[in-house]
């Protein structure tokens, strides 16, 4: 009887469920036989062994048992090999360099697997499968080529032990049984052997996984096959194997083809025994780098070169990079010569842009290249690579110097990428390290020049009036292609390399002329990311009250988003996927300034300090952890004490608290970290000798009831005009750092964060050294605005960025909204400090609670979006100014838009609330701000050209003397009022604004 087996399977692998039916046809009827739901191998704290669910109850047969066996050992227990796949650059072939694992360790995806080494740069292999390892295919060293496998690796799962027992049994049983002659096939698997070994079981029909392989790892050997065939056929004299090739010294062994005539054999000749070798020789196989070489070296000698020799006096260059060094010293850059010989030839080249040009294979056609990628031959431990510096024009002397260094640490720990190891367009290198002075360098193609620097050497010469001074020569050797370079261009090009470097001011000089187009050429880029106000919520449930800051209550079961609510604060799925982005968008910034307010806005009954510095420990680890190798300044909110806003004025033990539980210990040097548990402010060098001032503005916040009648608290303003006095002296830039941020609120009329005293102060400070802080970073608003500090003259002279929150929270404050999620990336000047431009990232919740993934995007670019030049207070004084013209109205509702990160997509806003806005970010002093409400409140825009818009007009109408004199009897009369209003002045901004703390387990301070 013919039967079949057909196999219907549903698989929801996301529920870990699957239903198997095996269905068996004979001749007469249909026959179907259900295997159990495969869901019940899955409990929660264990996994039931496939082999009771196949010897269930269920009548099948024995072949029906062994196929259910094998569908839960292919599924769950099966061995995938993990192959090599193509890594790029026509790589065909790489080294297996370390291995990360081991036979039998388990792996997931991502887990690095081994590293490999190319003949271009070292990669590192990741896992795609979660499962252990079962073999690895390659020993250190040995050849891997791409598409062949590296590993097996056994999928998570069940893995069946009992596949063999099954088929043996139903064998036998399919045997003696009439009606049931199923058989079940053996899983096929890849047999390790030769080709030759194959061709014989190939041409005497031998399956060669009946055959047990006697060689490393069960390879087949032949004499595996001589062997099945002698004991199990008998059939030994049939084989056929080729005849092996003759060899020197051997005697061949008899044929296993039928026997021939036997002659009789030669001795071989005596001889004298050999003299004891003084050492063995050592065969290497020639692999990664080298193997490069030699392919690249073997094309370079098909070109036809031309040398040229020449010496250059480097004594004034030596008098300038010793008086330089003492400076990069201590920012801790290693400074050479290189850097000044980089720049000269990128400068020359622009005189002869033939030698930063490529030639086709054919020699047909030329290829000027627009980047000048200086490549740097660098000697390290797996051989010569040549790594390069890109777009070198466009970088300063300082620059390259860094780029140098970060290329030099890569290359020595073999950890350089193929974009760094290509795209060179002209080459140096600098023998003179080790020693040496005129060489004979080999061109890279398809490059058509490189240069050898010889070591510096004091020697005697003659200088302008015929007397021998001691002078510093290094010797240059240039190498060129000769079928496009001239002698006579290169000579020319050299000569002006050699000005440049014997006549630094002129290189200086020049580089001005050659970069004016491109300022940025001469200034420093660098990145830095803002993150603030996570108000962290361990608390936040998905089925929690919205009205109850989404946590769980009696009152019923909500649907919030796993990302958040805007009535709610940041649960850590959307900590993590904040900083998540951030890697992703850029994972390698200067530094990471995190501006505070860790802990959510609840009620202090349910919380203590230890809560407070667990959750402060707890977003700190998730920084960390994202960004292990970066460094991260903090500084503390409002909400990170307990109670909250209640700093001390003196000293206190809560931050040596928030140095070990709140993790701050990981971000802070012990310099730092000293100067912290004062006050819980700080200061800090960036790699660029910047000076970061991490202050705790906390202290100033007119919610904290202990500082109120405090002349200094913590000492803090006496410290910051001590820090800020030192870096004046060494012409240092600030980068100020804080939470609370001096001046208004722009939603909330009158609204001051500060302390007036403390205010006042603190805004002369600012004021005071505007010229050396750089840049002022604060947080705790919620929304996306900026202030403009003025000087004694009132002419703008700082921006105070003010960026919004993590947490979407909607404040308690009357008229005062929701925000979505933000962080923010800063591009800034590493020398000065000062911001260049900024880019805010949101996430759209409301998109995200409709689609369930956080879509994080771009909200807008400064500089673009706010159409200035350049992002100086200048600027966005101008900008602010076209706030309060109506004709203005699609910058401010740009502004407006932003201001809420785009919560409010329609912002409205009348002329009042203009004013506001206006004057909350001009004005950061108490008297100007009132003068700015009540002085323009109903006036026509002022024209700002000439005078602020505060001040009174400089001339003066004769009418109105004639109107002041008649009104002369009324003077005493106004005197009274105006000393009336003065009194009440406070009351009139400010009383209205503690409404907020009205009720509900959100009450507290706004922010």
């Given amino acids: 009887m013919n039967e079949k087996i057909v196999y219907f399977y549903d698989v929801r692998i996301s529920y870990l469920k699957a239903t198997y039916v095996a269905v068996i046809w004979n001749n007469k009827e249909n026959t179907q036989a259900s295997l159990p739901d495969r869901s019940q191998i899955f409990q929660e704290n264990s996994r039931s062994s496939h082999s009771s ?26 061995v995938v090999q993990f192959q090599l796949s193509d890594i790029g650059e026509g790589i065909r072939e790489v080294h297996i360099k370390e291995w990360f694992v081991n036979v039998g360790d388990h792996v997931k995806q991502f887990d690095a697997i081994c590293e490999v080494q190319s003949d271009k740069a070292s990669v590192t292999i990741t896992s795609r499968y979660d499962g252990k390892v079962t073999k690895l295919h390659h020993e250190v060293d040995a050849l891997a080529l791409v598409g062949q496998p590296l590993v097996d690796i056994e999928l998570d799962g069940v893995v069946s032990d009992e596949v063999e027992d099954v088929q043996d049994s139903s064998s036998s049983s399919s045997s003696s049984s009439e009606d049931e002659d199923v058989q079940v096939t053996k899983q096929r698997h890849k047999v390790l052997t030769t080709p030759a ?23 087949v050997l032949k004499e595996d096959i001589l062997n099945y065939l002698a004991g199990d056929r008998g059939l030994k004299e049939e084989i056929k194997p080729p005849p092996p090739s003759p ?47 030699v392919k690249t070296m073997t094309e370079a000698n098909n070109i036809p070169t031309f040398g040229y020799d020449d010496e250059v006096d480097m004594s004034r260059l030596v008098e300038l990079r010793n008086d330089i060094k003492v400076v990069t010293t201590e920012m801790g850059i290693k400074f050479s010569y290189m850097p000044f010989i980089i720049k000269a030839v990128s400068l020359a080249l622009h005189e002869y842009p033939i030698l930063n040009s490529s030639v086709d294979s054919t020699c047909e056609n030329i290829t000027y290249k627009a980047a000048h990628n200086i490549g740097i031959a660098m000697d390290t431990p797996d051989g010569l690579i040549v790594p390069n510096v890109k777009n070198a024009h466009s970088l300063s002397v300082y620059e390259i110097a860094m780029e140098l ?31 040496g002075t005129y060489a004979r360098p080999v061109i890279l193609p398809p490059e058509v020049a490189i240069g050898a620097l010889g070591k510096i050497q004091v020697l005697p010469r003659f200088d302008e009036n015929g007397n021998i001074k001691k002078t510093h020569v290094m010797c240059v050797s240039w ?69 109850q800051m989404c946590h769980n209550s009696t009152a019923g079961t909500y649907n919030n988003s796993i990302f958040g609510n805007y009535l709610c604060d940041a ?115 960036t790699l660029t000798n910047l000076k970061i001032i991490g202050l705790n503005t906390n202290l100033y916040y007119d919610m904290d009831k202990l500082t109120a009648n405090a002349s200094d608290p913590g000492d803090q303003f006496k410290w910051l005009r001590q820090q800020l006095r030192q870096s004046k002296a060494d012409n240092q ?60 003259e009132d002419n703008p002279c700082g921006i105070l960025f003010l960026s919004p929150a993590v947490t979407p929270w909607k404040s308690t404050l009357k008229g005062v909204g929701s925000n979505n999620p933000s962080v923010r990336l800063y591009t800034y000047n590493q020398l000065t400090g000062h911001v260049i431009n900024y880019q805010q990232f949101y996430l759209d919740l409301s998109e995200t609670v409709k689609t369930g993934k956080d879509a994080w995007k771009l909200e807008y670019e400064a500089v673009k979006d706010f159409q200035v030049s350049i992002l100086d207070a200048n600027s966005l004084q101008s900008l602010a100014d076209s706030f309060k013209d109506k004709s203005f109205t699609n910058g401010f509702k740009k502004y407006l838009q932003y201001n809420s990160v785009s919560a409010d997509k329609n912002p409205d806003c009348n002329d009042t609330c203009r004013l506001i806005h206006y004057c909350a970010i001009t004005q950061l002093e108490t008297e100007d701000y009132i003068q700015c409400r009540k002085g323009y409140q109903t006036t026509a825009v002022p024209n700002f050209s000439s005078t602020r818009h505060h001040h009174m007009p400089k001339k003066v109408q004769r009418y109105y003397i004639y109107i002041i004199a008649g009104l002369g009897a009324l003077v005493f009369i106004l005197f009274i009022v105006v000393a009336i209003l003065c009194f009440k002045r406070r009351k009139h901004f400010l009383p209205h604004r503690y409404a907020r703390f009205g009720g509900g387990v959100a009450s507290g301070p706004i922010n």
């Fill in 53 to 78: 669910i196949c010897q269930s109850d269920v009548r099948i047969s024995h072949q029906l048992k062994a196929v259910c066996v094998l569908m839960f050992s292919v599924c769950y227990g099966e």
């Fill in 197 to 219: 070994v194959r061709k014989i079981a190939m041409e005497n029909k031998i399956n060669l996984s009946d055959v047990k392989g006697t060689g490393k790892d069960g390879r």
């Fill in 247 to 293: 060899q020197v010294g051997k005697v061949a062994a008899p044929s296993a083809v039928q026997p021939s005539t036997p002659k009789p054999s030669v001795p071989p000749p005596r001889r004298a025994p050999p003299a004891a070798p003084v050492g063995e020789d050592r065969k290497e196989v020639i692999k990664g780098i080298r193997k490069a070489m």
């Fill in 405 to 435: 260094n970060r290329l030099q640490s890569l290359g020595n720990a073999g950890k350089l990428s193929q974009t760094e190891l290509t795209g060179g367009t002209f080459s140096l290198s600098n023998i003179g390290v080790i020693g």
């Fill in 479 to 547: 190498s060129a292609d000769h079928r496009i370079i001239e002698g006579a261009c290169m000579a020319r090009f050299s000569n002006l390399w050699k000005q440049y470097l014997e006549n630094p001011g002129m290189m200086l000089l020049h580089l001005r002329s050659v970069l004016s187009s491109n300022f940025a050429g001469i200034i420093m880029n660098g990145y830095f990311w803002q993150v603030t106000d996570f108000h962290y919520d361990a608390n936040y449930s998905t089925y929690g009250n919205p009205k």
């Fill in 571 to 685: 649960p850590m799925k959307l900590v993590q996927s904040a900083l998540s982005f951030m890697k992703k968008q850029h994972s390698d910034p200067d530094f990471i300034l995190w501006t505070g307010d860790s802990v959510p806005h609840v009620d202090s009954s349910t919380m203590d300090r230890t809560k407070v510095l667990q959750n402060i420990g707890v977003v700190a680890q998730q920084l960390r952890n994202k960004f292990p190798n970066t460094t991260i300044y903090p500084v503390l909110g409002n909400h990170d004490e307990f109670p909250q806003d209640a700093y001390p004025s003196g000293t206190t033990t809560y931050y040596t608290d928030v140095l070990s539980t709140g993790k701050y210990d990981t971000m802070l040097s012990d310099e730092a970290a000293e100067q912290f548990k004062k006050g819980g402010y700080y200061s800090a060098a």
């Fill in 733 to 792: 830039k600030v980068i100020f750092l804080a939470h609370v941020p001096p001046g208004f609120f722009e939603l909330y009329d009158g609204l001051m964060w500060f302390y007036d005293k403390f205010n006042t102060e603190y805004v002369g400070i600012m004021r005071n050294f505007s010229d050396v802080i750089s840049t002022h970073i604060y947080g705790h608003e919620h929304t996306d605005s900026f202030r403009i500090l003025h000087d004694n």
